[in-house]
């Protein structure tokens, strides 16, 4: 069926380091993925996303990076800052025009001063 | 411009009994998003609302049901309550149906004795 997996639950880095939080997908259909930052207390919030017939994307301080021959997505954040402690969840449509978005479990950061 | 306000913030009720959520979508949102997070799941699309129909649907019992007014408020009523309906019900809203960078609300903590 439909899943979105994420190889690590938790990740500690030290402030100023780069981070990287994997995702695995299985639906190859999915046509575009989302990452979404989940502070305590609040809803995800939108980070960036990337469409199927891109292989890398850019926003500011972090990158999204699609594998679709390994169905593997990653995010990578430069300089990691405390503020970026949170859980980070990648979600998939997979329905198409049917826009249906199924989350991974979700990855704890924790930035380290 | 507000966010997504969703009420009440949290909710306690016994199995039984039913309950109903509301949403405030970002004025000129037309589309509202509902979902469960739990622990053990994660985030689960439930249903999606866009000119006060719905537009989809995912894997949950008859017992969730939503509706859309026409100033594109959200409700959403679960009944006969269960203790594992527990979970933090997030509503997000779009300017679009299928327009994938969604706004999320806070949600609503519902807890089932």
């Known amino acids: 069926g439909e899943s979105v997996g994420l190889h690590l639950p938790t990740l500690s880095v030290q402030e100023g380091d780069n981070s990287i939080i994997n995702c695995a997908y299985s639906?190859?259909?999915?046509?575009?993925f989302i990452w979404y930052k989940q502070e305590s207390g609040k809803g995800p919030q939108f980070i960036i996303d990337i469409r199927s017939n891109m292989d890398k994307r850019q926003g500011q301080r972090v990158t999204v990076l699609l594998n679709k021959t390994v169905k593997h997505l990653s995010l990578q954040i430069a300089a990691t800052q405390p503020g970026d402690s949170a859980v980070y969840f990648c979600?998939?449509?997979?329905?198409?025009?049917?826009?249906?978005?199924?989350f991974g479990k979700g990855t704890l950061l924790t930035v380290n001063p | 411009k507000a966010g997504v306000t969703q009420t009440p913030r949290y909710l306690i009720k016994t199995r039984g009994q039913q309950v109903t959520l509301s949403c405030s979508p970002i004025?000129?949102?037309?589309?509202v998003s509902w979902y469960q997070q739990t622990p053990g799941q994660g985030l689960q699309f439930l249903f999606e609302?866009?000119?006060?129909?719905?537009?989809n649907k995912g894997n949950f019992p008859g017992r969730f049901s939503g509706r859309q007014f026409s100033n594109s408020r959200s409700e959403m009523n679960v009944s006969t309550l269960e203790l594992g309906d527990s979970a933090l019900y997030l509503c997000a809203s779009s300017p679009q149906q299928g327009n994938y960078e969604q706004y999320f609300g806070p949600g609503t903590r519902l807890t089932v004795t």
């Open positions: 004025s000129g949102h037309r589309s």
């Open positions: 639906n190859s259909a999915s046509d575009y």
């Open positions: 609302y866009f000119s006060e129909t719905q537009r």
């Open positions: 979600a998939e449509n997979s329905g198409g025009s049917n826009y249906k978005l199924t």
